[in-house]
């Protein structure tokens, strides 16, 4: 797709505006009215001045992390570096790398944490993913994209009553009155599409890096993070974005030639309609403190990229994570089901299986290779960096190590089964060829993430 489109445009550049643009707020108003933008006065100074410790908190503990990423079969390091934090046991998965919470203090669970400051800091984001629940519940409300109803989430509400009740809405955009009317899903109701479970935090200094790539279809300039659309999300979900550049700390000005409407030394979000080349995109600067929502349907209709400033930069992106597949509480019910078709001899103690019905050995065989390679391997394989901030993770680490060994042991019983004689034949072939499926996507993947 990305071919074809600079294709069309034939080495020429599409137009976007700033806010220095006498059509932005129009432009704005039409074609990206679900994109919310509230200043950093708007927000409460506490709140503030927690959050931005906390960012330096963990930046002082170099809890930041570069990810090693892969696109279309290859590995990337990616140039911004981050860190997952939200509910215990809850994982996000972004380009075939599945990032583990460090989890922020919650009731009920003994989290330990390696020092103080990071517990602080971990609670500083719990507080700021409080704030913006309620400022997208608004934000929704607002736009009129679901019916108006109470929320009965009292225990947040109450939580950031006082700031919230004192906030006065500063800057607001018209509703789009085409898309508007969105009618709410029977099934998805407005606080789980804005419950945020975690946050993907995310640092950068452009000036410690050797090479940014360019915007490749605007002329916008550096790009700390290129055009995308947020994955693993739950559907119709609204994001919320803290951005907090470190404004005064880079002296260094410009050499290059100014660039229409967008000053190189602020960062700045880009929008622009997926995959179009009429409508002209928005490049919006991020100051200290600044936030924006992207609600419903944006992150899906619409790409947006980061455009690098001067300055270093902190952003906290609040997502309601697709956890379906994604939380321990999953894979340990995936493990217990797997591990029901084996059996303990009470006398010998002898092991083996229950069901050699080839429906019931390619799901145990299926498990075994998501507890591998969707859990056991993307911890390891970067996971000794959660350390810096917390062990939370090693106990169900060594838990699902167990449940994967007895998984290997029903892999050789299956083996031993199907190579005895008193095998009818045809039930045989039948297990084998199922199985061979599944071990040789198994070997296929041992050897890929041997490279990585």
């Not at 001045?49 to 330096?56: A, P, S």
């Not at 809850?90 to 919650?106: A, G, I, M, Q, S």
């Amino acid at each position: 797709q990305k071919k074809k489109l600079l294709g069309e445009l034939g080495g020429n550049r599409l137009p976007y505006v700033t806010p220095a643009d006498a059509d932005f707020h129009q432009l704005w108003k039409t074609k990206y009215s679900k994109l919310i933008f509230r200043k950093s006065d708007t927000v409460p100074e506490e709140l503030h001045q927690m959050v931005q410790e906390g960012f330096l908190t963990l930046r002082k503990h170099d809890c930041f992390f570069q990810d090693l990423v892969r696109i279309k079969g290859k590995d990337f390091v990616t140039p911004v570096s981050r860190i997952l934090i939200g509910n215990p046991g809850c994982t996000y998965k972004y380009l075939n790398t599945r990032l583990f919470t460090v989890p922020w203090p919650t009731e009920g669970y003994d989290i330990k944490y390696c020092s103080p400051q990071i517990h602080d800091a971990c609670k500083a984001l719990i507080r700021l993913n409080d704030y913006l629940h309620i400022e997208a519940v608004k934000a929704l409300q607002g736009q009129n994209l679901f019916e108006t109803k109470e929320i009965k989430d009292t225990t947040v509400m109450d939580r950031e009553q006082n700031s919230a009740t004192s906030l006065t809405e500063k800057e607001s955009v018209s509703k789009d009155q085409s898309s508007c009317c969105v009618p709410e899903d029977d099934d998805i109701s407005l606080k789980n599409r804005t419950s945020y479970n975690v946050t993907l935090l995310n640092y950068m200094d452009p000036l410690q890096m050797l090479y940014l790539k360019q915007e490749p279809y605007f002329g916008m300039g550096n790009m700390a993070v290129s055009w995308h659309h947020d994955e693993n999300l739950v559907e119709r979900s609204a994001v919320a974005v803290y951005s907090y550049s470190c404004e005064g700390s880079a002296t260094e000005e410009s050499n290059e030639q100014k660039l229409k409407g967008r000053d190189p030394a602020v960062w700045h979000v880009g929008l622009k309609v997926a995959w179009d080349i009429e409508t002209p995109g928005l490049a919006i600067p991020l100051h200290q403190g600044d936030v924006y929502l992207m609600l419903d349907d944006l992150n899906m209709t619409h790409q947006h990229c980061v455009l690098a400033g001067f300055s270093p930069r902190f952003s906290s992106t609040h997502r309601v994570a697709d956890c379906s597949r994604g939380t321990l509480e999953y894979i340990f019910g995936q493990c217990e089901l797997a591990l029901q078709n084996l059996q303990t001899d009470s006398d010998s103690m002898a092991l083996s299986l229950k069901s050699l019905e080839t429906a019931v050995i390619k799901q145990v065989e299926e498990i075994h290779n998501e507890v591998e390679f969707e859990w056991l391997r993307q911890f390891w394989f970067q996971g000794k960096r959660y350390l810096k901030c917390t062990d939370w993770w090693l106990k169900p680490m060594a838990k699902l190590e167990e449940f994967w060994r007895k998984m290997e042991i029903m892999t050789s019983l299956v083996l031993s089964e199907v190579g005895k004689e008193e095998q009818i034949e045809e039930q045989r072939n039948e297990t084998i060829s199922c199985f061979l499926l599944v071990l040789t996507e198994r070997q296929k993947l041992r050897k890929e993430w041997t490279a990585r």
